[in-house]
């Protein structure tokens, strides 16, 4: 009789979590007047986050299918890799932190859209297969490495920090793709991966991949630099400097912070479009519709200036 009771328990938290349509009951507390929430696996640990709405209550399975309707054709090269349950698992690490569960459900969904717009334009193999199959833009996850790196990606000035391993290639490889020993090295150091011998760490296990995505999202890229997730949710505010260089809260600054001038102040650029594509062909696939994007200089950096690392601009922001 007990035993049947906890199956059927069991049974109505995942069938809970599988429709999204009713979230897990949180355990909650309060603490200094705040409210404090832990939702089991998928928000874990008294964190003011997980009394929102987690990502598998307003992102399900046939979203994500939805979004990457391409990335198990057989053209495809990652074919069989990337799926919405390893995508959820990563995410749930950083749910209590804010990730998808910051702000209300617009916020949050807006949020997992930009992500995923990042990640969709970093693997997508839609230039090649283009119009007539679903359109270059239902080509997202399509790659999970770099298909013929040209060289080893090591660079000897962090010889004694994170050390080349012989024989080891550093290539482009995860959902951000990581590239260059220093940035495995970082990025491993922080996951307690040890990526720095194991690069192809990122190429077998679709989890990690997306772990070591979300991290760079939620992670200053250098010192005194916000975060794209603290860029896009709010969390930060400009200081004079940034609003003169046209940085604003929002998509367009989530770019300048990933990747600078690669992307950004460059004007009108197909580095930046692709990755602005994206994250509206998706914000219209999750029924957030992409009007929610906002102004043009919230959702470009065409005219930001790239953030510079200069210390006296940082100490004083
Ligand atoms: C939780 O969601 C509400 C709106 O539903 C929002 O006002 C609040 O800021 C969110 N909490 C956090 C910590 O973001
Ligand atoms: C894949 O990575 C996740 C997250 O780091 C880890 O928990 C899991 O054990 C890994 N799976 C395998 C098969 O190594
Ligand atoms: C603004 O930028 C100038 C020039 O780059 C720098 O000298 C100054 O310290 C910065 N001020 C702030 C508040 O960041």
Known sequence: MESK????????????????????????????????????????????????????????????????????????????????????????????????????????????????????????????????????????????????????????????????????????????PIYWNYNYGETGKALKVDLLNHPEYLENNATLAFQAAIWRWMTPVKKNQPSAHDVFVGNWKPTKNDTMAKRLPGFGTTMNVLYGDQVCGQGDVDSMNNIISHYLYYLDLMGVGREEAGPHDVLTCEEQKPFTVSPSSAASS
């Open 5 to 176: 009771w906890l199956l059927l328990l069991t049974m109505a938290t995942l069938m809970a979590v599988g429709n999204g349509q009713e979230s897990v009951k949180p355990l909650v507390k309060i603490v200094k007047g705040k409210k404090l929430c832990d939702k089991g696996w998928e928000c874990k640990g008294w964190s003011q986050y997980c009394c929102n709405q987690t990502i598998s209550d307003y992102f399900q399975t046939y979203q994500f299918e939805n979004l990457f309707a391409k990335r198990n054709t057989p053209v495809a090269h990652a074919a069989g890799f990337w799926d919405y349950h390893s995508f959820i698992t990563a995410a749930a690490q950083y749910q209590p932190h804010g990730f998808g569960t910051t702000g209300g459900k617009l916020m949050s969904m807006k949020e997992v859209a930009a992500f995923l717009g990042h990640v969709g334009s970093k693997t997508s193999c839609g230039g090649g297969y283009g119009v007539a199959t679903g359109g270059p833009l239902a080509w997202g996850l399509c790659y999970n490495k770099e298909m013929s790196p040209s060289k080893v990606y090591c660079d000897d000035y962090y010889k004694y920090t994170y050390p080349c391993t012989p024989g080891v290639s550093y290539h482009g490889r995860g959902a951000l």
